[in-house]
């Protein structure tokens, strides 16, 4: 066989994810090109490959990206500004004023740190919200540092009660998301696909959704992307503007279906559950969100048991207040528990698949992310095992979801190409984002 030069990543464990949850010791995996292109022990891989780079893997286990299947990134600056608030006065008070206020410039950093902070702690693919004016300079901040990403503008133009100015009317919505579509949509090697962020149907009128759904439907790989059924306050709305329940309303207007996504999924009633599987919708849980603004538990197992794909999300930093999948991987486990009463419900190897595979199946990604394979991507993470927190280590699962967390994430890698590594980040400049939070902190004390 011909010895391909490229990258040998060396582990003392390797986490595949792959369809038999395959664990591998003294394992290496070796990229070209940005492609897995071969997976098995470091002496398999010797034989077969040569590398001009070898990643050393000394106390380290090798997983694939986690999938972040619900986050917004342009919130980072409103981070620790909304505690302690229910959804609908945490919009209408604090966020929904504090993006409308941010600039071109403040949309970039604020983004541009909230993919940093997930790069850090082990996140390759985000699922993201931005703002409704100025979203380019997010998608730009997206671009420049590599991360993975479905992103767009946030899409809404109708409520009396909240903020007039973050609403556009219908036309300049559906013109400006057809525009950015045509610009970003299946860019740098589809690693940038577009998604059209319905924000929830209180902010968006029936006519806006009908041209949601149309300009979902007409191009190839494109996904809505919204909230759903996350407070009963917010339930109780819809059923007033729409006359009908979230789910029902949903359906009524076409835009369920496996190429819409939707965040937290709490309130439904058994008709609405069959909603949800007869129409393939995929649901993100975002459990630190719905505990912090009190919003409820969503019920994860019964999704499961009815064939429904869950990925996990982090929601922004103002209710979270942090991108660090590692802890919602673990919160995911322990409501299950809680909630159903059963120490079996959402085990370990579970919530795992659910931040990686699943979360990419969640997002249509699964043929090219979300596990370690040969053929897929190189979106690799590596994470430290020799710190206090791993001692003993007799199952690596168990140690991802309920010890460890992102800061022990030491590499990331994206495409092939490394995002993070041992506190540096050789994409883009962190102090200088680092100072512009800070300036943006100055303004608004
Ligand atoms: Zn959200």
Same mark, same amino acid.
């Given at each position: ?5 490229? *990258? ?32 098995? *022990? ?14 050393? +893997? ?19 600056? !409103?981070? +620790? ?31 541009? !740190? ?7 702690? +082990?996140?390759?693919? *985000?699922?993201? /919200? ?23 503008? /946030? ?88 006359? %009908? ?17 939707? %965040?937290? +999924? ?34 994860? !197992? ?26 919602? /991987?673990?919160?995911?486990?322990? !409501? ?25 199946? %969640? ?49 990331? /890698? ?32």
């Amino acid at each position: 066989m011909v010895k391909l030069k490229d *990258t040998i990543l060396e582990a003392d464990t390797l986490v595949t994810c792959n369809p038999s949850n395959k664990i591998v010791k003294n394992a290496a995996v070796f990229i070209s090109n940005g492609i897995i292109q071969g997976v098995g *022990t470091k002496k398999e891989i010797n034989q077969n490959f040569s590398a001009s780079k070898i990643i050393d +893997g000394t106390n380290k286990i090798l997983l694939p990206g986690l999938v972040n299947t619900h986050s917004h990134s342009v919130q980072t600056f !409103l981070r +620790g500004k909304a505690d302690d608030y229910a959804l609908l006065d945490w919009l209408k008070e604090v966020v929904l004023p504090g993006e409308a206020r941010f600039t071109s410039e403040e949309v970039y950093y604020s983004s541009l !740190l909230g993919f940093a902070e997930m790069v850090r702690t +082990g996140t390759t693919t *985000t699922n993201d /919200m931005l703002t409704t004016h100025d979203s380019i300079a997010g998608i730009q901040a997206a671009e420049e540092i590599g991360i993975r990403a479905r992103i767009g503008k /946030m899409l809404m133009d109708y409520n009396d009660d909240f903020s007039e100015i973050v609403r556009e009317d219908t036309e300049t919505v559906i013109e400006g998301a057809r525009k950015q579509i045509n610009e970003y949509h299946q860019t740098h090697n589809g690693r940038i696909k577009y998604s059209l962020n319905a924000r929830f149907l209180l902010s968006c009128s029936p006519e806006l959704m009908k041209l949601i759904v149309e300009t979902r439907d007409e191009y190839e790989d494109l996904m809505i992307h919204s909230h759903a059924s996350e407070s009963q306050a917010e339930c109780d709305a819809v059923v007033k503007m729409y006359g %009908a329940s979230y789910f029902r309303s949903l359906k009524k207007l076409n835009a369920l279906g496996p190429e819409t996504i939707l %965040a937290h +999924g709490i309130w439904l009633d058994d008709e609405e559950y069959e909603i949800v599987k007869q129409t393939n919708t995929r649901i993100t849980h975002n459990p630190s969100s719905n505990c912090k603004l009190a919003s409820g538990i969503c019920d994860v !197992l019964r999704y499961h048991s009815i064939g429904v794909i869950v990925g996990i999300g982090t929601d922004g930093p103002p209710c979270n207040n942090n991108f660090d999948m590692f802890h919602d /991987m673990r919160l995911a486990a322990f !409501l299950q528990k809680v909630k159903h009463l059963d120490e079996l419900a959402l085990p370990a190897e579970k919530v795992l698949k659910m931040a990686t595979i699943e979360g990419a199946q %969640a997002l249509n990604w699964e043929n090219e992310i979300g596990s370690i394979e040969v053929g897929k991507k190189a979106d690799l993470i590596m994470v430290d095992s020799n710190d206090v927190n791993s001692f003993p280590f007799y199952n690596p699962v168990s140690h991802l979801i309920y010890s460890a967390s992102g800061k022990d994430v030491s590499m990331t /890698m994206i495409d092939g190409k490394i995002v993070y590594q041992d506190g540096s980040f050789p994409t883009i400049d962190i102090e200088k984002i680092k100072k512009a939070a800070e300036k943006y902190q100055n303004k608004m004390e």
